[in-house]
């Protein structure tokens, strides 16, 4: 059972893998907002997940339909690229030898093993630190202060806390709490964590890492946006001048006012246009357009 599970995660792996290197080009045009990058980032994610999906002929996949097999799903309109093509049969999967097999069997015991081990540290870190967080002295509303706070950051999901340093107390909060704000509103922490699971699932593939943390970098940029909107263009100077004060913070899982690569947030703060109303559709269609040819299988 492990080894028929790790045959369509490798897979899985191989075709998102592809789908990255499309969705990183896409994210390397600046005119497109950022929220929009994150969405059109979530279909690599979602094809680490979801082994089978509907054939096209728009998909992008039938480029490389020489040198992927499609796998129909009894019978029905769904499919599954399936890119190792180890197997002779795949409902359930049986290997073409015993060679391929005995590989599997054991590559299989290894991920999951490896996986729950990385599962149990995350569980471990996270409340660790809610346990050092517990002393956090109210400020106001869901704002707390924390001698153990290396950094701003939002803990939790259903009733989110918004913890900043003791050194933060005589600091003016303006920008750094709509920040924060606009990350809970945003649901950041459950995009965090959806995608940080996805990439311990398939953490054998760097590819993996590697699209995490440009997610999570995109992520902090379409927050920035989000602020601007809020506070108007003619305050983003004053909010970059704030993320330079605000220190690093080396924590993954919690969002970060001083987070991500502080230089590219600066020039995409400085450079930020809100978009208008016709550009926002367009931008929509463009990223529903993505969706199709990268989420469809070939035909």
């Not at 190792?84 to 049986?94: E, K």
Request: with cysteine; net charge positive.
């Amino acid at each position: 059972m492990i080894s028929e599970v790790f045959y369509w995660v490798l897979n899985m792996s191989i075709v998102s893998t592809l789908t990255f290197f499309v969705v990183f080009l896409i994210s390397r045009i600046k005119i497109i907002p950022k929220n929009i990058i994150c969405l059109i980032f979530s279909i690599p994610y979602l094809r680490m997940i979801i082994p089978f999906g509907f054939s096209s002929r728009f998909s992008l996949a039938n480029l490389f339909s020489d040198y992927v097999k499609i796998v129909e799903v009894d019978n029905s309109r769904l499919s599954s690229m399936n890119a190792l093509q180890f197997a002779q049969s795949y409902s359930p999967v049986t290997y073409k030898n015993v060679i391929a097999e005995n590989v599997f069997n054991i590559a299989g015991i290894i991920w999951i093993i490896v996986a729950t081990a990385l599962l149990i540290f995350l569980a471990y870190c996270y409340v660790s630190t809610m346990l050092q967080l517990k002393s956090a002295k109210v400020y106001k509303d869901n704002v707390y202060f924390s001698n153990s706070a290396e950094g701003v950051a939002v803990y939790g999901i259903i009733k989110p806390k918004i913890v900043l340093p003791i050194s933060y107390k005589n600091m003016d909060l303006t920008y750094v709490l709509a920040h924060e704000k606009a990350h809970i509103k945003r649901l950041d922490n459950l995009w965090r964590i959806f995608v940080l699971l996805i990439t311990v699932i398939h953490w054998f593939n760097p590819f993996g890492w590697i699209m995490l943390r440009i997610f999570l970098s995109n992520l902090e940029l379409a927050c920035d946006e989000k602020v601007i909107k809020e506070i108007g263009e003619s305050n983003k100077k004053k909010y970059a001048l704030a993320i330079l004060k605000a220190q690093e913070s080396k924590r993954l899982l919690p969002s970060s006012f001083g987070g991500s690569k502080t230089k590219n947030r600066i020039n995409n703060i400085l450079n930020f246009k809100t978009a208008t109303v016709v550009s926002t559709i367009c931008f929509v269609i463009f990223a529903v357009f993505i969706a199709v040819i990268l989420l469809t299988n070939a035909v």
